[in-house]
């Protein structure tokens, strides 16, 4: 118990630095895709900065699996961090670096379950937008057949890749460029999916409240009509025991008065 409340207080301390560092990432990323002809300098820099932020979500991960009592159990549930962690060490998956930190940023982060899946919704369209114009236009500038030579180039394809729309005035000609292209209609086929089944839920969640509140009421209604039915017959019962018993009553006093017979049969 100990040590879940500290793996607990440092997630809760370390979630908005590792914030910042994932824009900072982004933004290290960014920079020498945007602006190739940039001073080296400012490509190295970038290049330092990239690796500094993965060695803290590294480090990260490190601690909390330290800090967790079940270390096995933590390593099972907690295999997508793991893996966005090793993968992007491979030289040739360097574009991972950018899906795992926003991964592992959303897996971190604690909000209200009212506001969940609308800020999942907004981050995972901003996320593919930028991670699949940036990628895209890092493989296909240079390419000879290449159609994508800017960032507007980029991001209107990838707006329109995620869409499935596909005019096709822009298109990847490179085969990273082409399994890219194939990955984010996968993304947003799965998003478009996941917002279509989530507005689905949300009416079939309302209907049923309302039915559930019309079953009540109908509940209600034909309890105070059994209420009423009995009380009617209480109020018939005592109405005709009371008619009933007056005729006796008023013999038993005329016959208990002086100088009265009774009449003979």
């Known amino acids: ?32 895709i945007v602006a190739p002809d940039a001073d080296p300098s400012v490509h190295r820099a970038c290049t330092y900065a990239e690796w500094v932020v993965w060695g803290a979500f590294a480090l990260d991960y490190l601690v ?4 967790t009592p079940d270390r096995l159990h933590f390593v099972r549930t907690h295999w997508m961090d793991l ?31 009212q506001i969940r899946l609308t800020t999942y919704v907004a981050g995972a369209v901003v996320g593919l937008l930028m991670f699949g114009s940036l990628a895209v ?3 296909e500038r240079d390419a000879p057949d290449g159609n994508i030579k800017n960032l507007g180039d980029a991001v209107w394809w990838s707006f329109t890749t995620m869409t ?16 890219l292209a ?6 947003g086929i799965a998003l478009l999916g996941v917002v279509t089944a989530n507005i689905a839920a949300w009416f079939i969640a309302r209907f049923e409240r309302d039915d559930q509140a019309e079953r009540l009421q109908l509940a209600a209604i034909r309890e105070l009509q059994e209420e009423v039915r009995a009380l009617r017959a209480e109020v018939a019962l005592l109405g005709g025991g009371g008619q009933g018993a007056m005729p006796a009553q008023a013999a038993a006093s005329h016959a208990d008065q002086p100088g009265t017979t009774s009449p003979t049969p």
């Open 164 to 179: 499935t729309v596909g005019y096709g005035d822009h298109s990847p000609t490179t085969g990273l460029g082409r399994v």
């Open 1 to 32: 118990m100990k040590e879940t409340s500290r793996q607990l207080l440092w997630e809760r301390r370390s979630q908005t630095p590792l914030l910042v560092l994932a824009v900072a990432f982004a933004v290290a990323y960014a920079v020498p």
């Open 83 to 113: 893996a966005a962690v090793v993968l992007p060490l491979v030289q040739p998956l360097r574009l991972l670096r950018l899906v795992a930190t926003l991964m592992l940023v959303g897996r971190r982060a604690r909000m209200a379950p």
């Open 64 to 67: 909390r699996l330290g800090l």
């Open 137 to 139: 236009l890092s493989v």
């Open 182 to 187: 194939v990955g984010l209609m996968l993304s």
